[in-house]
Every structure is written in structure tokens, then in C-alpha cells.
């Protein structure tokens, strides 16, 4: 039976990491306004319905953390609490309901998800499927109706799970970059690259990574399906918003024709470990995250009294992050709720002696009304 893409997509995302370890855990806070926060019983009810016909999870490591204020529970701390937990959770993943004793009507979903498992755009409909779950009790993954409708052979694919790091993490809770945040009015694909190309050249980059999603389907919030599009100075220096994505779209299309070509699993092993090492082989990295506009699935659509989306914030996993430390390197993501496009980037390790503040001109991060 011939694979779809779909199924081949998943299986060389899982044999791109030979293994998983503390480096490649992806760490994600959804933020919600709710009528009451839900309880972890609620949680764990809510999970029976993921776990069920999935490949690739099995239990989760569910936990409950409380936080004076949001502010208590910044981005910057996501890999102190990642490496924290770690030997709790890595032969599955991290779970946590996040509550606010100064607003009992905010309500967190954290989670610190194996990178080879999910990527960032999965995390955030996985999130937004278990709202929906809570609010409704019924089944909002739909995990056995999505790869049947896909055609993934769930079966084969957990034969492809890379192995987990049991040995102590020995996991760095210091992140090796620093963020800055802040949110600004919607732009649509061609001004967010003209800025990207701006903060490219700024940097001095040598190479963009465009890292874009190919399997955005609706009905599996499973599975990473995350591409590392390369699009090179070269192109970046002569080329307008849409002329890089117009070259990074048909880089794509080259990496899914090579990509349908492969069907044994030793190719497929082959294939992932090709990527990864050209991955890390590739200098001076600007690596760009656009997920655009997600206000479809904000919770509005089910119960929305009982809870809509206010923020996502997210970052990459060390073994990303570690890419884009160097000075003419840098990473920057974008996400769009209703009306506002919340940004976040590396901060710019500029030379010694340059004096120039990095963050210069950033506005502080505002949640959507």
C-alpha cells in the first residue's frame, strides 16, 4: 500500500533526531479568559480522548502550577521549569494547567512537547483542541478520524518513534539567547517578510530559514510536520517580501517531490539524518516563524463564554535556539490573534563594544482584548 504524503511528511520529522533528550522539548503557555478554571480531573478527562488510537502519545506528566500573576510566568522562564521537570516526563511529555491567584478567570495550558513529536503550529492546535475538549466534553482532537482521512498507517508510524534520553538530562535552565516582545497591528505576508529581509540584512545573516508547516490540517493537532526552508543572502538581498516567498514556496515543492520518492524505512532514516545535518551545517542562520492568522481557532467557535484565547507565546528548543546564537544569527516568530500580531525575537548579540541597545523601539507584549 503506497504511503501518502501526509504519512511521509510524519515519518521523516520522526527519523530526523535519533533520539530525544532535554535539547529538543518544545515548550508552549496558551492563555485564556474562562467563566472558572478547570481542574486537573477535567484534564485528565479531556486526555482520554488524545491518547485514544494515538501513535505517538500514550500518558502525558499532568501537573498543576499557580503563579501570583501572569507576569510570575514569563517566556523567559519556560526552560528553568522545562528542565526542572524533565526527568519526570521524558519518555512522554509535560502537561500543566497554569492558574493566577490574581485572576481567578485566566486559565494556562503549558506544555513541554519532544520537538520530534510536534512542532510549534501542532502544539497550538493541540492546545486549542483540549479548550474545546474541556468546554464541551466531548472529543475535540478526532485523533483516529484525522489519519484515517489523511491515509497515515498510525500502526507503522510508532515504529518510527525515536528513542528517549533516560540518562539525567543534565538540562540548562539558562536560555543561550534572550527575547524581546511585543504585539503591533496585523500585516499580510509580504510587509512581514519586507521586515524580516530588513532585520536579515541588520544582522548580517547569511542564510534565512524560513520555518513553515506542511501539514495544517485541521482535524490532527498531532505530529511535527515543521520545514526548514533555506533561502539564501543572494536571494534575500535582491528579492521583495513576495519574491522570498515565491522561492521558499518553490524550495518547498522541491523538498515534498523529493520527499514522495521515498518509501523503505532505511530511506526515510537516511533522508532525516541528510536534513538534520545540513540543518546544522548551515552558518549565520536567521531563522523566520510566521504561524499568520490563527483567530479561527481562538475558542469563540464553541462555549466561547467558557473560555477564548487571549496568547500564545512559544519558543524553540535548544537545539534550534543554539543556531541562532551567533552575532550574525537570530530567530523571530509572529503569531496573529484577532487583532494583533504578537512578535517575538532573539535579541541581537551585537560585537563587544558596540553600544548600541539591542531591544531599542520594542513595545512591551499586550494580550488581546
Known sequence: MSLSIADKVLRLSLTTFPFIDASQFFPALS?????????????????????????LFSKCHLVELTFDTPEDFPLSSFQGLLAEKYESYYDSFLLASVTYRSDPHL???FTCV??????????????????????????????????????????????????AQTSPSGASKELPVTFTEGSD???????????????????DSANMFVLKNSLYSPKLPL??????????????????????????????????????????????????QTRIGKMIATA????????????AHDGSDAHADQGTLVKYEWHMP?????????ERSGLSWTITIRDKAFNFATVRNFPQGDTVKAAAGSNPAASVA
Not at 492563555?31 to 501513535?55: C, I, Q, S, W
Not at 549565520?284 to 483567530?295: I, Q, T
Not at 535548544?318 to 551567533?326: H, P
Open 31 to 55: 492563555t485564556y479568559k474562562v467563566d472558572r478554571a478547570f481542574d486537573l480531573t477535567e484534564f485528565e478527562e479531556a486526555m482520554t480522548h488524545f491518547f485514544r488510537g494515538n501513535p
Open 107 to 109: 486559565q494556562g495550558v
Open 114 to 163: 519532544p520537538f520530534p513529536l510536534q512542532d510549534g503550529y501542532k502544539t497550538f492546535r493541540f492546545h486549542q483542541a483540549l479548550m474545546r475538549t474541556l468546554k464541551t466534553r466531548q472529543d475535540g482532537f478526532q485523533i483516529t478520524q484525522g489519519l484515517a482521512e489523511l491515509g497515515i498507517q498510525a500502526d507503522e508510524l510508532a515504529d518510527f518513534l525515536p528513542p
Open 185 to 203: 497591528s496585523p500585516v499580510k505576508i509580504g510587509p512581514f517578510l519586507e521586515k524580516m529581509r530588513a532585520d536579515f540584512l541588520d544582522r
Open 223 to 272: 505530529g511535527n510536520s515543521l520545514q526548514f526552508l533555506t533561502v539564501p543572502r543572494s536571494v534575500i538581498a535582491q528579492s521583495t517580501g513576495v519574491q522570498i516567498r515565491d522561492y521558499y514556496r518553490a524550495e518547498e515543492q522541491r523538498q515534498m517531490d523529493l520527499l514522495s520518492r521515498v518509501e523503505r524505512r532505511e530511506d526515510f532514516i537516511e533522508a532525516g
Open 284 to 295: 549565520d542562520v536567521f531563522a523566520v516563524n510566521n504561524y499568520g492568522n490563527v483567530s
Open 318 to 326: 535548544l537545539i534550534v535556539l543554539g543556531l541562532t546564537v551567533g
